[in-house]
């Protein structure tokens, strides 16, 4: 259905070629911000240190603005690294891969479309609709690298998502004597949030949590969710299913069992554990309205390029193994078959 690695490469040979130009370039910058740094110190005191205070005052602010400028290039040069690898190298294998991608001919109307936008993300609100997460008043939703778009007869979108839950302090000020209430946050998910049409509108919600605990970091994850899940008051009920390997690897809990045992069929959940068994990384799934939505959580940067790496076989590979994992996602679990009809 899609293209290999070795094929997707093939095709943007040039731009590899032009990001590892652009890669050295950057690292040529970062090498003069390291000497030039010391130089607008040592300089400016050489020249001034003999000379009366005016000259002294003027070496000071020499030092800062040289200072200032030294930072300033180094944060421009890292920026426009970024924008160029998201053009070069992401932006056009998600064209790549789209694009070039087979579709069954059982499929009659479907189609393929895509688009990329660096700076956008999954709004808040389809994040709150997803049913994955417990977003309460306060709440942040933040994200970056969206794709959005439609493979075959599925609409799907996803991007980079933090959420962060709100805490708070109060600030005594010595002079007035007030409080002032400050907002400070807690992150409480890093990764990435996918959303897909499922083509069946369900009045329930089914909720699959990924139950295998690798870390002390998925500890905290699972113990703030029963937390969230016991303060929110959800009326979602857990349910075993048939399957023990399932069962091993999912929580299932629902609004609605009937509903639930109706969407997870023992051929969909052989898929689930399929799906699942690919990713070392925890991931939750749930049905809610006609969205599948899926949050995988990771603390890697998803998408963004790094000077003291190779690009081909190393960041190159990895956005090409993140895009390919959510794009067969469709194809893994037969999205594109309209067994149901929209209500």
Known sequence: ????????????????????????????????????????????????????????????????????????????????????????????????????????????????????????AISGRRTAKSGLFIIEKGDRVLGRDKISGKIGLTRFSLSVTKLFREKSRHKRRLRSRRRRRRKKYKQKFRGILFLADFNKYFKGHTLLRDKHIRSFSHLKRYFWRVFARWASGNDLRRIEMENPDFNHKFKTKTSNEIEARYILTPNFMEKLIAFRKRRRKPIDISFKANKVGMAVSSKRGHFKASIFRFMKHGQVKEVYEDLIFFFTIIEELDLNTRIWSKN
């Open 1 to 120: 259905m899609f293209q290999s690695y070795d094929e997707v490469t093939e095709h943007l040979a040039a731009n590899i070629k032009a990001m590892n130009w652009w890669r050295w370039k950057t690292i040529f910058k970062y090498i003069l911000f390291v000497l030039f740094l010391p130089l607008c110190v040592i300089v400016p005191i050489m020249i001034t240190t003999n000379m009366g205070e005016v000259a002294q005052a003027v070496g000071r602010f020499s030092i800062f603005f040289l200072f200032l400028f030294d930072i300033v290039f180094l944060i421009n040069s890292k920026r426009k690294f970024q924008w160029k690898y998201k053009e070069l190298i992401v932006k056009r294998m998600v064209k790549e891969l789209i694009e070039t991608c087979e579709l069954p001919e059982k499929y009659p109307g479907s189609s393929l479309r895509w688009t990329y936008d660096s700076e956008k």
